[in-house]
């Protein structure tokens, strides 16, 4: 998975509850991007970073916010998680923005 | 993962055979298209991409064909091996500075031993 790692693998958590996933990558790629995939859907960009401290947001970004303080390190905050952010969760590194690496992916179930 | 497996059209080949995967893209600004494999349970793997000056790219047992009149995407995979097994999906990446990605929902390819 072209060195990026996500943790955790696996989340339930209840609705209401402020839930971080990690993506940590040992590329040293600036771009770093959040997705989510549900069925029906294709992977949909969530917030990406372009840089430390810089980042924008995606299609889906409501209910989410990112933070990057280092390079090799970006990460997903849902506020107050809802049923309908269950969901798989991609984080997706990159070099150059034409070509992005996924990570293993972050299961979350919101009750 | 499973999850993402519902619903997807499903194409079922012979093992040893040739498989062709298609993709309807939507933009006809885009200009870089990659196709990506994902195993049940892991993230997209990255399989080959073409950029929109191209009509064909060929990788190893992989041959991606363009055609930018009807906005068609093509992945041909020859000799399909049972690890070969996976969902299939293309994306569209447009613009220049600030990207925008399009995603397709995929394809299952299921390899009959």
């Known amino acids: 998975d072209a060195g990026i790692t996500q943790s955790p693998r696996h989340k339930v958590t209840e609705t209401g509850t402020p839930v971080t996933l990690r993506c940590h990558q040992t590329?040293?790629?600036?771009?770093m991007y959040w997705y989510r995939q549900d069925p029906g859907h294709g992977l949909r960009l969530i917030h990406y970073?372009?840089?430390?401290?810089?980042?924008d947001k995606g299609e889906v970004s409501d209910g989410y916010s990112v933070s990057r303080s280092k390079t090799e390190d970006f990460l997903l905050t849902l506020e107050s998680a809802t049923s309908s952010q269950t969901s798989v969760y991609f984080c997706?590194?990159?070099?150059?923005?034409?070509?992005?690496?996924f990570g293993p992916g972050t299961r979350l179930l919101v009750l | 993962g499973e999850s993402v497996g519902l619903h997807l059209p499903t194409l079922s080949v012979q093992e040893g055979d040739n498989s062709i995967i298609n993709c309807a893209y939507s933009?006809?600004?885009?200009?870089?298209f990659i196709w990506y494999k994902q195993e049940s349970g892991k993230g997209p793997q990255f399989i080959i991409d073409?950029?929109?000056?191209?009509d064909k790219r060929q990788g190893q047992r992989v041959t991606v064909l363009l055609n930018k009149t009807v906005k068609h995407l093509s992945l041909q995979i020859a000799a399909t091996q049972p690890g070969d097994s996976a969902v299939y999906f293309c994306?569209?990446?447009?613009?220049?500075?600030?990207?925008?990605?399009?995603f397709g929902t995929g394809t299952r390819l299921k390899v009959l031993a």
């Open positions: 997706a590194i990159s070099d150059r923005p034409e070509t992005q690496y």
């Open positions: 590329e040293n790629h600036r771009y």
């Open positions: 073409i950029r929109s000056n191209m």
């Open positions: 994306a569209e990446i447009s613009g220049s500075g600030t990207y925008k990605y399009i």
């Open positions: 970073s372009y840089g430390v401290k810089d980042t």
């Open positions: 933009n006809s600004a885009s200009d870089y």
